[in-house]
Structure formats: structure tokens, C-alpha cells
């Protein structure tokens, strides 16, 4: 039950709110089985909501969109990643994810006293030459505002919202165990994987929360550029940074959206796109870190079409064999090799049935040729990811989770580009790029690396071989060697089975009852009827007990 799983009665008060929510956009069978609704009960609370709308008349995906918003920050930004899964939700779902946005409201800065004190060990007026109390900027997690240090430069100062963490901590828990019941239970929810997706999330989250782990994650960025002069990142004053708040240098560019600025001031709107795809990209192939969510508001643009990113709560992180398949992947898409592309979408639903991989392979064949004549410049990146996508959904096949933020920031780059410049093609500025790395990863001077590391773990394993060896034949002389194997236990088919049996043995009781009570009316004298009457209502009760039975279960 959840109540094993929560910490006791701190996260009554939130389970209440969710659980209003959920119980008023029509998801009360997802309250009951969550076991908050005996939960919210026990806990003295009554689910108290506004007039319940006319729930028919509102879509599904209208539905779960407007319940994600009422439920606050966690909720949202689940919406937002999922906004990106076009291989798990069809396009009316991804069309309501994209409305979420962070829509909070600021809190006054009374109420941030004590913790902005707190953290950095002196009022602000003492630390700072200025500090302005009215937000330039406000989001779920945080609020930032402008400030200039006594030697002159100018800063922002992030600060976390208030209690903010206890609620985002007890709607991580309350994602866990949905997605635990999900995966156990409901059959058609396991190839989504939601475990994965709630553990890959709630990392997420809890790096958000931390904007000390911004800042490290910044300058891990400044250091893999610190040859490419075109690129900025904001120092960061450590000397005032915490988990709940962090000083970094203030960007004096021009932002992202405003494109008339940009205009006016003669940059070069096409190198600038182009200086932004190289260098998500090599975020994304050669460093295996990247800024996840790369869209206008989270960039500045500087003099000389020099390109500055900020924000750096949400990031990515790929292995070098996932940035290898990435790799082929994109490479396969470009140069409409369909063999490379199926192995790499194989290769990530390694768990799909062999018939699936059959028809999977045939429609992925038949999709790269028909854009095996299209000039490179007409593809175009986010068509051919979402039409990947659907065919991974057609065929209940999914990416893995590790990806998800991959997804988004594609998604999000070709945007960035197209608002610079109208002629902008991902695919097109990419090529190049990647051509560059697909050779640099097999010259001989690579291979020669790579092949190195393999032969020290062959190495390894070989010095290690006497020792295993000796253990299992040791195992196998002393009759200690056993293989176990671990089913895992069907919740959902042991609940059928007992509830088919309850219904089987109380129509077993019914039909007893109904034909003792016929044999005791056939006595004559005595109570024997009074005994036969009572059994015969007995039998109409247990009767009326099964047909409702059966009904509910449907």
C-alpha cells in the first residue's frame, strides 16, 4: 500500500490536494487504486472540490493536461517531458503536453528574507553594491533577480522558493508508486516502462532543486568550451552559492526572442543558427553533456554573433555507447541508409517480440525510401524524429527513457534555428558536423584508444579466469552449485484468481442452501418449513450477492 511507502503524516496535506484534483477531472478509479482515497479518509480529511464539470463533453487529453496544471510545479514539468514522448502519446496528447507552461505567480520578497539571509550569511545590502527586490524573473523552482557587486559587475541572484522542496519530494513519491502500481498491474502500461520514466524524472527534478548542481553543471560546460570563443557561459561567484540560491554573472546580450534587436544591432541571424547547432551538437556526440532545454529564452546573443546559454537546471547525459548509437542514428537518417537506422532502433527495444521486429524492420525500410530522392536541404530533422516516433508507437515499441531529454532538445534547437533564420535546416547545417565526428570516432588514432581499453578488460578477465574457475569447481565438488530463478509474483492474476474463486465458492454456498432448503420443506410438521424459508432467503441474498459481483467486475 502507499501508506508503506510515504512518510507517515507529512504528505497527508498533499495527498488531499492531488487527490481532489484527480477525484474532480473524473480519475477516481486511479485515486482508489493508488490507496490515497483510504488514506485521505483515515487521515480526518474530506475531499472537498468545486461543482464537477460536465466531464463528456471535455477530452481526455484536455483532462489530464488542465489536472497537471492545478497540481503544480513537479506535475507540469512531467507534462513538459512527456510533451516530447511522440513514441509513446499520439498527437491530440502531445498538443495538450505543449500547452504546459510555468504560469506561477512571484513570491514577495517579505516572504524570502530569513532564507536569503540564511544562505548567504549577511543581509543583501551588505554583500551587494545594489540589489533590486522586484524579480527580472520567476519559474516554479526559483526566482531571479539582478544585482551589481561593490567591484561593479553585475550579477543575478537565483533563489529557491520557499518549502518548495518538501512538495516536490512528496510528489516524487506519490509518481513513484503510481508508476510501481502501473507497472505491476495494467498490462497495456508496461512497455511504456513508467518505473523508468519516474526514476529518470525525479533525478531530473532533484537536480533542479539543487542550484548549486546549476552552477556545477555551467562550468562543466565553460571547460568543454574553453577553446571556442563564440560560445559564453556565466561565471559563477561561489562564494554565495548554496543549494538554495546561486550568483552568477548577468549577460548583457540581447535575449532570445527579441529578434528586432537583433536585427538592429547587424548581427548575422544564419551564424548565429549555425553557431548553435554546432555546439549543441557537440555537447550532444563528443562531450556526452548537454544544456537539455536550448530554446530562446535560455539564450543571449553577444557581439561579434557570439552565442551565450543560461539556465543549466535541466541537462543531459549520454554514455559513449549511447552517443554512439545517437551517432549512427542521425548518420543513417541523413544518408537514407535504413540498415543502420534499424539496428540502432533494435538494438533500443531489445525486449520487442520477434514479430514485431520483422514488421518494425519492413515499415522502417519502406520510411527511409521514401526519402531516399529528397534533396538534403528539403528534410527536415523534427518530421523525421516524429515520424520515427509514431512508428516506434504503431508498433509498441518505445525509446528508452535515457533519451527523453535528447528528444527535447532536437526539438528545441530546430526551433531556436528556424526563429533565426526562416531558411534554417537541422538536418542540412548537422551534416557536416557529423560527418566530422563519424570520422574522428574510427581514425586509427581512436580506434587505437578505444581498442586499448578493451584489451586492458580482456586482461582483466583473463587474470581473473584461474581463480573463477577454481571457485565453481570447488562449488561443484562440495554440491553447492544451484541455479535460481526468480519469477515474479503476477499481482493482477493472483487478485482475478481469488476474487473468480470467492464468486465460484459462494455459488457453491447458494446452490447447498437451495437444495437443502428444498429437502427440509419436504418434511412434514416440525419447523422444518420455518428452516426451509430461511435457507431459501439465505440463497436469494447470496443470489443477488454473485449477479452484483459479476457485474462490477465486468
Known amino acids: 500500500m502507499l501508506l508503506e511507502t510515504l512518510s507517515v503524516a507529512r504528505d497527508f496535506g498533499r495527498i488531499h490536494e492531488i487527490s481532489s484534483i484527480l477525484i474532480r477531472y473524473g480519475f477516481g478509479d486511479m485515486v482508489r487504486r493508488l490507496g490515497i482515497a483510504s488514506i485521505v479518509e483515515s487521515a480526518g480529511h474530506v475531499l472537498k472540490w468545486k461543482e464537477v464539470e460536465d466531464l463528456t463533453k471535455i477530452e481526455p487529453p484536455v483532462r489530464v493536461r488542465r489536472a497537471l496544471e492545478e497540481m503544480g510545479p513537479t506535475f507540469v514539468k512531467l507534462g513538459q517531458i512527456l510533451a516530447t514522448r ?88 506519490l509518481l513513484a508508486q503510481l508508476a510501481e502500481i502501473a507497472e505491476q498491474e495494467i498490462k497495456v502500461l508496461q512497455r511504456y516502462r513508467p518505473k523508468e520514466i519516474a526514476h529518470q524524472f525525479t533525478l531530473s527534478m532533484r537536480r533542479e532543486l539543487d542550484l548549486a548542481a546549476e552552477c556545477r553543471n555551467a562550468e562543466r560546460m565553460m571547460a568543454n568550451f574553453a577553446n571556442d570563443a563564440n560560445i559564453v557561459f556565466p561565471k559563477v561567484y561561489w562564494q554565495w552559492t548554496s543549494e538554495r540560491i546561486n550568483v552568477q554573472e548577468f549577460i548583457n546580450g540581447i535575449h532570445g526572442y527579441d529578434i528586432s534587436a537583433l536585427e538592429q544591432a547587424g548581427l548575422d541571424r544564419k551564424l548565429l543558427a549555425k553557431r548553435g547547432v554546432e ?157 566530422r565526428i563519424f570520422l574522428e570516432r574510427y581514425s586509427p588514432s581512436e580506434l587505437f584508444r578505444r581498442g586499448k581499453g578493451n584489451l586492458f578488460s580482456l586482461a582483466e578477465l583473463l587474470s581473473d579466469l584461474p581463480r573463477d574457475l577454481h571457485q565453481l569447481l570447488e562449488s561443484l565438488r562440495h554440491d553447492s552449485l544451484g541455479v535460481k530463478i526468480d519469477i515474479n509474483k503476477p499481482v493482477w492474476l493472483s487478485k482475478e484468481l481469488d476474487r473468480s474463486i470467492n464468486r465460484l465458492s459462494g455459488s457453491l454456498v447458494t446452490s447447498a442452501l437451495i437444495v437443502g432448503s428444498s429437502i427440509v420443506t419436504t418434511v412434514q410438521g416440525g419447523s422444518s418449513s420455518l428452516f426451509g424459508l430461511m435457507g431459501f432467503i439465505g440463497a436469494f441474498v447470496g443470489g443477488i450477492w454473485l449477479l452484483f459481483s459479476i457485474w462490477r467486475s465486468g
Open 86 to 173: 511522440s513514441d509513446l502519446f499520439s498527437p491530440e496528447w502531445l498538443k495538450e503536453f505543449k500547452k504546459l507552461q510555468d504560469q506561477v505567480q512571484t513570491v514577495p520578497y517579505e516572504e524570502l528574507i530569513a532564507q536569503v539571509e540564511e544562505d548567504l550569511g549577511a543581509k543583501p545590502e551588505e554583500i551587494f553594491a545594489e540589489f533590486l527586490y522586484q524579480p527580472i524573473a520567476a519559474a516554479s523552482i526559483s526566482q531571479v533577480y539582478k544585482a551589481r557587486l561593490h567591484e561593479g559587475s553585475e550579477v543575478v541572484v537565483k533563489i529557491r522558493r520557499p518549502g518548495i522542496r518538501s512538495v516536490v519530494e512528496a510528489d516524487l513519491r
Open 279 to 435: 555546439a549543441v551538437l557537440k555537447m550532444i556526440l563528443e562531450d556526452g553533456f548537454f544544456h537539455a532545454d536550448p530554446h530562446p529564452g535560455n539564450c543571449f546573443y553577444l557581439s561579434d554573433n557570439r552565442l551565450a546559454f543560461i539556465d543549466f537546471g535541466m541537462v543531459g547525459r549520454l554514455s559513449e555507447e549511447r552517443r554512439e548509437q545517437v551517432l549512427n542514428l542521425l548518420r543513417g537518417l541523413i544518408d537514407k541508409d535504413s540498415s543502420r537506422v534499424i539496428k540502432v532502433l533494435l538494438q533500443w527495444s531489445a525486449n520487442a517480440p520477434a514479430q514485431n521486429r520483422d514488421s518494425f524492420t519492413l515499415d522502417i525500410d519502406d520510411f527511409i525510401g521514401q526519402y531516399h530522392d529528397i534533396p538534403l536541404k528539403e528534410l527536415k530533422i523534427t518530421v523525421l524524429l516524429n515520424r520515427l516516433t509514431t512508428l516506434l508507437r504503431d508498433h509498441q515499441l518505445n525509446l528508452p527513457p535515457d533519451l527523453t531529454l535528447l528528444l527535447k532538445a532536437f526539438i528545441t534547437l530546430d526551433g531556436l534555428g528556424r526563429q533565426l533564420d526562416p531558411e534554417f535546416n537541422l538536418v542540412q547545417e548537422a551534416s557536416p558536423q557529423l560527418k
